[in-house]
């Protein structure tokens, strides 16, 4: 099992740019969520999905959209980027809601 | 969620027994403790987790009170691979929209 994915590993936007980051699991997992961390900060929930066709707004939902067409795949949208979505952001699963989460390896972006 | 309180850093030494507090004296009947670390610039790590029960896994050892109020997680022969923030996390099991508060951790140093 490859377990979670992202890509890219590193962005670099300028302000207004659209982007979507991609993360894909193996391990028909059906709870998928988004964090960003911050410099110093722990992690902070943006959006998640219970399941194919079900999403959710987390913590910090703003200037972001999700969708979840698959069990495996759960990207994320950025409409516009900003300077202060400059950020690492992860992506995890798990087997059942609320359950154990597994991460992946991260997307560093950088919003100029 | 209930909130937990762990010491802000500690040190160990290479092959030695390491072992890491956390207070959560409002813990309620239902939170389970949980445990990750995030080794730098990587995805968070689960560890392990359990509700009033001592747990092992091959990671590590985690100790919960009989009071519930606070839990050790023990790595038993820490290597400096295992130098790490650790979060200490409790929470109801099966919430979904209230994901995992990443507070401040401990960060755990294994020196040679």
């Known amino acids: 099992n490859a377990g979670v994915t992202q890509t890219p590993k590193f962005q670099v936007l300028k302000t207004g740019q659209s982007m979507t980051l991609q993360c894909a699991q193996d391990m028909n997992h059906e709870y998928m969520s988004w964090y960003r961390q911050d410099p110093g900060m722990g992690l902070r929930l943006i959006h998640y999905s219970v399941g194919a066709g079900i999403t959710d707004q987390g913590e910090v939902p703003n200037g972001y959209n999700v969708s979840r067409s698959t069990t495996e795949d759960f990207p994320l949208r950025l409409l516009s980027a900003a300077p202060s979505q400059t950020s690492v952001y992860f992506c995890?699963?798990?087997f059942g809601v609320g359950n154990e989460q597994y991460f992946g390896p991260g997307t560093r972006l950088t919003v100029t | 969620d209930a909130k937990t309180t762990q010491p802000t850093s500690m040190d160990c030494a290479e092959g030695r027994a390491a072992n890491l507090p956390c207070n959560h004296s409002?813990?309620?009947?239902?939170?389970?403790v949980y445990w990750y670390r995030q080794i730098h610039s990587q995805g968070p790590q689960y560890i392990i987790h359990g509700l009033k029960n001592n747990e092992t896994n091959e990671m590590a050892s985690l100790i919960i009170t009989e009071d519930r109020k606070s839990s050790t997680l023990i790595l038993p022969h820490a290597t400096l691979r295992d130098t790490a923030v650790y979060y200490c996390?409790?929470?109801?099991?099966?919430?979904?929209?209230?994901?995992?508060?990443f507070g401040g951790g401990t960060r755990l140093m294994v020196k040679p």
């Open positions: 409002t813990i309620s009947g239902n939170e389970y």
């Open positions: 996390i409790v929470r109801v099991r099966g919430n979904a929209g209230n994901m995992l508060t």
């Open positions: 995890a699963s798990s």
